[in-house]
Protein backbone atom coordinates (compact mmCIF):
# COMPACT_ATOMS: atom_id res chain seq x y z
CA UNK A 1 0.00 0.00 0.00
CA UNK A 2 1.42 3.27 -1.13
CA UNK A 3 0.99 6.55 1.34
CA UNK A 4 -0.58 8.61 -1.35
CA UNK A 5 -2.92 6.31 -1.51
CA UNK A 6 -3.90 6.53 2.36
CA UNK A 7 -3.71 10.51 2.69
CA UNK A 8 -6.73 11.35 0.68
CA UNK A 9 -10.07 10.60 1.38
CA UNK A 10 -13.45 12.29 -0.67
CA UNK A 11 -16.09 13.52 0.75
CA UNK A 12 -19.34 11.40 -1.36
CA UNK A 13 -22.54 13.36 -1.09
CA UNK A 14 -26.13 12.26 -1.42
CA UNK A 15 -29.64 13.68 -1.75
CA UNK A 16 -29.85 13.29 2.11
CA UNK A 17 -26.22 13.38 3.65
CA UNK A 18 -22.50 13.63 2.73
CA UNK A 19 -20.17 10.88 3.60
CA UNK A 20 -17.17 12.91 4.98
CA UNK A 21 -14.14 11.74 7.14
CA UNK A 22 -14.07 11.72 10.48
CA UNK A 23 -13.15 14.57 12.58
CA UNK A 24 -12.23 14.96 16.30
CA UNK A 25 -15.47 16.77 16.93
CA UNK A 26 -17.37 13.07 16.09
CA UNK A 27 -15.46 11.36 18.93
CA UNK A 28 -18.71 12.93 21.47
CA UNK A 29 -21.58 11.42 19.07
CA UNK A 30 -19.51 8.07 18.49
CA UNK A 31 -19.46 7.31 22.12
CA UNK A 32 -23.01 8.10 22.82
CA UNK A 33 -24.20 5.89 19.98
CA UNK A 34 -21.68 3.20 20.25
CA UNK A 35 -21.99 2.76 23.99
CA UNK A 36 -25.54 1.97 23.68
CA UNK A 37 -25.41 -1.98 23.62
CA UNK A 38 -27.52 -2.24 20.51
CA UNK A 39 -25.06 -1.36 18.34
CA UNK A 40 -22.00 -2.92 20.07
CA UNK A 41 -23.80 -6.15 19.85
CA UNK A 42 -24.23 -5.80 16.12
CA UNK A 43 -20.24 -4.70 14.94
CA UNK A 44 -17.01 -7.52 15.76
CA UNK A 45 -14.99 -4.51 17.46
CA UNK A 46 -16.65 -2.47 19.56
CA UNK A 47 -16.74 -3.05 23.43
CA UNK A 48 -19.63 -3.26 25.36
CA UNK A 49 -19.66 -0.88 27.82
CA UNK A 50 -16.73 1.32 25.86
CA UNK A 51 -13.75 1.67 27.97
CA UNK A 52 -12.51 5.08 28.11
CA UNK A 53 -10.89 5.94 25.00
CA UNK A 54 -11.97 3.90 22.64
CA UNK A 55 -13.76 6.73 20.89
CA UNK A 56 -10.63 8.42 21.06
CA UNK A 57 -8.23 6.26 19.68
CA UNK A 58 -11.40 5.08 17.07
CA UNK A 59 -10.95 8.69 15.44
CA UNK A 60 -6.95 9.00 15.84
CA UNK A 61 -6.87 5.60 13.92
CA UNK A 62 -9.46 6.62 11.35
CA UNK A 63 -7.28 9.94 10.78
CA UNK A 64 -3.51 8.56 10.94
CA UNK A 65 -2.11 8.72 7.74
CA UNK A 66 -1.06 5.30 7.52
CA UNK A 67 -4.49 3.50 8.66
CA UNK A 68 -5.37 0.87 6.70
CA UNK A 69 -9.66 1.58 6.74
CA UNK A 70 -10.92 4.67 5.28
CA UNK A 71 -14.18 5.73 7.89
CA UNK A 72 -16.64 7.89 6.57
CA UNK A 73 -19.03 9.98 9.16
CA UNK A 74 -23.27 9.86 7.53
CA UNK A 75 -23.54 13.38 8.35
CA UNK A 76 -27.00 15.05 7.69
CA UNK A 77 -26.69 18.66 8.35
CA UNK A 78 -26.87 19.19 4.49
CA UNK A 79 -30.77 19.01 5.10
CA UNK A 80 -31.23 20.72 8.56
CA UNK A 81 -29.92 17.00 10.15
CA UNK A 82 -28.21 15.15 12.57
CA UNK A 83 -24.51 15.87 12.18
CA UNK A 84 -23.59 12.25 12.73
CA UNK A 85 -26.21 9.49 12.18
CA UNK A 86 -23.83 6.49 11.66
CA UNK A 87 -20.36 5.24 9.92
CA UNK A 88 -19.46 3.31 7.18
CA UNK A 89 -16.02 2.21 5.75
CA UNK A 90 -13.69 0.23 3.53
CA UNK A 91 -10.62 -1.45 5.57
CA UNK A 92 -8.55 -2.51 2.79
CA UNK A 93 -7.66 -5.98 1.61
CA UNK A 94 -5.11 -7.95 -0.76
CA UNK A 95 -5.87 -7.95 -4.78
CA UNK A 96 -7.97 -4.44 -4.87
CA UNK A 97 -10.83 -5.72 -2.37
CA UNK A 98 -12.64 -4.17 0.74
CA UNK A 99 -14.60 -5.08 3.69
CA UNK A 100 -17.25 -2.56 4.07
CA UNK A 101 -18.67 -2.26 7.62
CA UNK A 102 -21.02 0.18 9.23
CA UNK A 103 -23.37 1.47 11.79
CA UNK A 104 -26.12 3.50 12.29
CA UNK A 105 -27.43 5.23 15.84
CA UNK A 106 -30.51 3.47 16.50
CA UNK A 107 -32.66 6.61 16.12
CA UNK A 108 -32.32 6.20 12.02
CA UNK A 109 -32.85 2.40 12.08
CA UNK A 110 -35.46 1.49 9.56
CA UNK A 111 -35.33 5.17 7.55
CA UNK A 112 -33.20 3.67 4.33
CA UNK A 113 -29.95 5.80 5.48
CA UNK A 114 -28.09 2.39 5.23
CA UNK A 115 -28.65 1.58 1.81
CA UNK A 116 -28.43 4.73 0.52
CA UNK A 117 -24.80 5.45 2.53
CA UNK A 118 -23.84 1.86 1.16
CA UNK A 119 -25.38 2.77 -2.20
CA UNK A 120 -23.06 6.00 -2.11
CA UNK A 121 -20.25 3.91 -1.23
CA UNK A 122 -20.37 1.52 -3.84
CA UNK A 123 -21.52 3.82 -6.59
CA UNK A 124 -18.25 6.14 -5.72
CA UNK A 125 -16.13 3.26 -5.67
CA UNK A 126 -13.17 5.31 -3.91
CA UNK A 127 -10.43 3.12 -3.42
CA UNK A 128 -10.92 1.79 -6.68
CA UNK A 129 -11.76 -1.84 -5.92
CA UNK A 130 -12.25 -4.88 -7.54
CA UNK A 131 -15.09 -5.99 -5.17
CA UNK A 132 -16.46 -5.70 -2.00
CA UNK A 133 -16.89 -8.06 1.22
CA UNK A 134 -19.26 -7.79 3.85
CA UNK A 135 -20.41 -9.95 6.95
CA UNK A 136 -23.26 -9.54 9.14
CA UNK A 137 -24.58 -11.64 12.40
CA UNK A 138 -27.24 -13.88 11.67
CA UNK A 139 -29.46 -12.47 14.05
CA UNK A 140 -29.14 -9.06 11.73
CA UNK A 141 -31.10 -9.91 9.09
CA UNK A 142 -31.65 -5.59 8.64
CA UNK A 143 -28.10 -5.41 7.91
CA UNK A 144 -28.38 -8.31 5.71
CA UNK A 145 -31.33 -6.30 3.51
CA UNK A 146 -29.24 -3.86 3.06
CA UNK A 147 -26.31 -5.49 1.54
CA UNK A 148 -28.66 -7.74 -0.77
CA UNK A 149 -30.37 -4.62 -2.12
CA UNK A 150 -26.98 -2.65 -2.78
CA UNK A 151 -26.27 -5.68 -4.93
CA UNK A 152 -24.24 -7.84 -2.67
CA UNK A 153 -24.51 -11.33 -3.15
CA UNK A 154 -24.85 -14.05 -0.63
CA UNK A 155 -21.19 -16.30 -0.35
CA UNK A 156 -21.71 -18.67 2.91
CA UNK A 157 -21.63 -19.17 6.41
CA UNK A 158 -19.04 -17.99 9.08
CA UNK A 159 -18.34 -17.19 12.23
CA UNK A 160 -16.69 -13.99 13.56
CA UNK A 161 -15.44 -13.16 17.63
CA UNK A 162 -17.57 -10.42 18.78
CA UNK A 163 -15.95 -8.37 21.63
CA UNK A 164 -18.88 -7.14 23.42
CA UNK A 165 -21.00 -10.28 23.29
CA UNK A 166 -17.31 -12.09 24.16
CA UNK A 167 -18.63 -15.12 22.17
CA UNK A 168 -18.16 -16.61 18.14
CA UNK A 169 -20.98 -15.42 16.26
CA UNK A 170 -22.54 -17.02 13.71
CA UNK A 171 -22.25 -14.82 10.30
CA UNK A 172 -23.36 -14.56 6.50
CA UNK A 173 -20.91 -13.55 4.31
CA UNK A 174 -21.29 -11.35 0.56
CA UNK A 175 -19.59 -9.66 -1.80
CA UNK A 176 -20.07 -7.46 -4.66
CA UNK A 177 -17.61 -7.44 -7.55
CA UNK A 178 -17.84 -4.14 -8.88
Not at 82 to 106: C, H, N, T, Y
Request: glycine share 6%.
Amino acid sequence: MSLDQTLTQPVIETERFVLRPLRKSDEGLIAHYTGEERVARMTSSIPHPLPPGATASYVERALATDRDEDVWAIDGTRDGGAELKGVIGLKRMDRDQSEVGFWIAPVFWNTGLASEALKALVDANPLNNAAMFASVFQDNPASARVLIHCGFEYLGDAETYSVSRDAAVPTWTYSRKL
